[in-house]
């Protein structure tokens, strides 16, 4: 599996006919090119933070203190890591193997917040807080799994938010590339007010492909559609399945 470079996704686009294709990666890119440079990184990111592609999972670990119920982000400070996102994600308790589970905090809130000194068992957000229902009886190492939101990375393995080089690689496998490729040039036509029928043509096109890249990642033998689902409802429902999808 080779990785994907910047500059061979640019070069797709302008086979497109997006754009004047570049003798080389451009120093001083058109305004054509800087179009279709920010549309790249826009379907990264957009696939990347949107449909939680189970191989963009991994896991950190953060200190619970004893009698401290709230956690700010600061406080949790794993990487790539919104408070906003975390009811899909999956939170243990090391060395009891027992997932936290996610309550919204109206619902928390309506049990009444604290139910008083215990091995914590659910969790939710109030405002920028991580809390913790019951308040820690004693000190806990929490296991979070979560989705990166980075969509590349640099010659020196730095992860990126942004692809700026030309030898800058997106995170995703090269099976992606297409998609990539068809839905960047899709936009840069519509930006460049170039003609509607190719804008729908390639976003038609785009479609197609990324239906067949969710559908790849279902089990062998499921002829089902894919849809990305929260960890607490894939816990319940189908443990067995690749971590954060759902088939129906």
Same mark, same amino acid.
Request: contains cysteine; negative net charge; aromatic residues 10%.
């Given at each position: ?19 004047? *294709? ?11 090119? @800087? ?7 826009? $379907?990264?990111?957009?696939?990347? @933070? ?9 896991? *950190?670990?953060?200190?619970? +203190? ?7 982000? *600061? ?20 060395? @009891? ?5 996610? /309550?919204?905090?109206? +619902? ?16 939710? /957000? ?30 020196? !393995? $730095?992860?990126?938010?942004?692809? +700026?080089?030309?030898?800058? +690689? ?15 040039? *899709? ?5 460049? !007010? ?55």
């Amino acid at each position: 599996m080779m990785a994907v470079t910047l500059n061979e996704l640019l070069m797709g686009v302008a086979r497109e006919g997006a754009l004047q *294709a570049p003798s080389s990666f451009p120093s001083n890119p058109t305004p054509e090119q @800087t179009q279709a440079l920010a549309n790249i990184n826009a $379907t990264l990111t957009h696939l990347i @933070t949107s449909h939680r592609l189970f191989f963009m999972m991994t896991k *950190a670990t953060f200190n619970i +203190t004893q009698g401290k119920q709230r956690y700010t982000e *600061a406080e949790i400070n794993l990487p790539c890591f919104e408070l906003a996102s975390v009811a899909s994600n999956a939170y243990y308790l090391q060395g @009891t193997d027992k997932p936290l589970g996610y /309550i919204d905090y109206t +619902t928390l809130d309506t049990w009444g917040i604290d139910l008083g000194s215990g091995e914590p068992t659910h969790y939710t /957000i109030e405002g920028n807080q991580f809390v913790l229902s019951h308040t820690p009886d004693r000190a806990y190492v929490c296991t979070v799994r979560y989705y990166q939101q980075y969509i590349g990375q640099n010659t020196n !393995n $730095t992860k990126l938010t942004e692809l +700026t080089q030309a030898t800058d +690689t997106m995170v995703l496998p090269d099976r992606w590339k297409r998609y990539v490729i068809l839905q960047a040039s *899709a936009l840069t036509y519509r930006s460049m !007010n170039a003609g509607d029928a190719k804008y729908v043509s390639l976003l038609q096109l785009a479609d197609q492909e990324l239906k067949g890249l969710l559908s790849f990642m279902q089990p062998a033998g499921r002829d089902t559609v894919t849809q990305i689902v929260p960890h607490y409802q894939e816990r319940e429902r189908h443990s067995n399945w690749p971590f954060g999808t759902i088939y129906q």
